[in-house]
């Protein structure tokens, strides 16, 4: 059973979320492989956002209503999506680097990022050329990143690892001022604040492994006089 020697490495316990949902102690404890020395594992200092904030986004219409939004856009993406269950045969030839890439990484969560652990964990699969090119120019610059595994022209990532960098899969608007907004990472925030980029990842799975999935995002700003128009 070659599968099981992956399920450590990418089944730490020590994932960290704000989301309470996504890691059910009992999930752990079904797993053994979680309580190996991967599970004590740091996670990278170098991470764009801070580990565990920006798996999914904290925001839904009521939270965003003191807010004016601006420069919303989304893009859609198609890809290939596996379970780690599938990883022998249908991944073989991936499998030996993606081991050694995830080897002591915090696996960043499927969609909505909830880790389901073990063999539900999955793993997007796309061709280099189909990712935008901001987020190509992220991957090279990143050389010690560990949420993109690039394999020459393909490239596997959890559904969860949009998140940390969501703005750059996101093309700016038409709007002169809205063309590089999503540019940077520096005002991404996974709940609204004034001036800053917020953003979502929404997905459906379609036919046999195919998924298509969209990420928006947009600016939001606090509205002027929004605090007196209580009085
Ligand atoms: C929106 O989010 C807030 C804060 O997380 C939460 O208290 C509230 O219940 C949510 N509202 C809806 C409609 O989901």
Partial sequence: ???LALIPLLATAAFASTDS???PPSASAANPASSGPAAASAPPTEDPTPVGALWTASWNSTTLAPYTQSCASRS???GTI????QLYPD???FA???KVFYNKQLYPGSWDGIDKHGNDRELIKMDMTDLPWKVREWIKKESTQRHYSVHDDIVFFAPGAIYPILPLWVEGGDEVECSDVFDGLDAYSNEPADGKTIGKVSHKESGEGEVEFTVEALQVKLQAGGERSEL
């Avoid at 596996?82 to 269950?85: D, E, H, T």
């Fill in 91 to 93: 991944l073989e030839t």
């Fill in 96 to 98: 030996p680097q993606l």
């Fill in 82 to 85: 596996y379970k780690l269950a």
């Fill in 1 to 3: 059973m070659k599968l």
């Fill in 21 to 23: 949902s996504a890691s």
């Fill in 76 to 78: 859609t993406y198609k």
